[in-house]
C-alpha cells in the first residue's frame, strides 16, 4: 500500500509540472515585467542540432521601451545556444552557439506579430521573416553544433542554464504558435506556416506542447486569427 501511494504522489507530481495539451487558438499571456514568470517546453527531439527554425507570433507594445526576450534555448554548454531576442533602438538579435547576429528593425508592430527564425551549420546562415517577409541574409558560427539537454524558455532570457533572469529583460505580452524544426524551412514552408500551417515540427509542437508554467502566465484565447 505505502509503495503504490508513493506511485501514486509521483504521477499527480509529474502531471502537476508537465502538461501536455493542444496549444491550437490558445496563447501564454505574460501581463507584466516579472524576474520569476516563465514557461519552459519540454523539447520532443534531444538530438544535437545542426540546423533549426523557429517560428512563434508575439503581440506585444514594449519594443520602443526597451529590450525583451522572445525565445531562449539553453544548454550546459551555452546559456545563449539559441536566442531571439529583442534589442531597443536596434532591431532583433539572434544568437547561436553565443556570438550574436543583428537583423535591424525601428520597432515592432503593436498587432500580433509573426517571426520565423532559422539556422545551418553547414553554411552558416541565418535567416529571419518577419510577417511573411524575410530580412537580408547574415551568417554566424559555421561549423557549429547547438548541444543537447535543452531548457527552453518563454518570457525570460536566461543567463545562466535555466536561470539568470532580469526582468528588465523580460517579456510583456502574448506569445502563441510556437513550433520549432531540425531543419531550415523553405521559402514556400515558411509561407505556410505564417498562413497558420504547421509541416510536421519536430521539436517543438504547438499543437502537443509539453510544458510548464511559473509565476504570472495565463493561457487565454489568441487574439490574431
Request: net charge neutral; charged share 20%; with cysteine.
Amino acid at each position: 500500500m505505502k509503495r503504490l501511494l508513493c506511485y501514486s504522489l509521483i504521477l499527480i507530481s509529474f502531471s502537476e509540472a508537465f502538461v501536455l495539451k493542444d496549444m491550437s487558438e490558445m496563447a501564454f499571456v505574460f501581463p507584466k515585467k516579472s524576474s520569476n514568470s516563465y514557461v519552459s517546453l519540454i523539447a520532443q527531439s534531444k538530438k544535437p542540432l545542426t540546423a533549426f527554425t523557429v517560428c512563434l507570433r508575439i503581440y506585444t507594445d514594449l519594443s520602443k521601451v526597451r529590450s525583451f526576450s522572445i525565445f531562449s534555448y539553453a544548454t550546459k554548454k551555452n546559456f545563449n545556444d539559441i536566442l531571439i531576442f529583442w534589442t531597443k533602438d536596434e532591431g532583433y538579435t539572434v544568437a547561436v552557439g553565443g556570438p550574436e547576429i543583428v537583423f535591424k528593425a525601428s520597432a515592432i508592430p503593436e498587432a500580433p506579430t509573426h517571426i520565423c527564425s532559422s539556422w545551418e551549420s553547414a553554411t552558416g546562415l541565418v535567416e529571419l521573416w518577419v510577417d511573411g517577409k524575410p530580412k537580408v541574409r547574415k551568417s554566424l558560427q559555421k561549423g557549429y553544433t547547438v548541444a543537447t539537454d535543452a531548457i527552453i524558455i518563454l518570457g525570460q532570457e536566461q543567463d545562466s542554464y535555466g536561470g539568470g533572469f532580469d526582468a528588465n529583460q523580460s517579456f510583456v505580452g502574448d506569445i502563441g504558435d510556437v513550433n520549432m524544426w531540425d531543419t531550415v524551412l523553405s521559402p514556400e514552408q515558411i509561407n505556410t506556416v505564417y498562413a497558420g500551417g504547421t509541416p510536421r515540427p519536430n521539436v517543438l509542437n504547438w499543437q502537443t506542447l509539453s510544458y510548464t508554467v511559473q509565476g504570472d502566465v495565463f493561457i487565454k484565447p489568441q487574439l490574431w486569427p
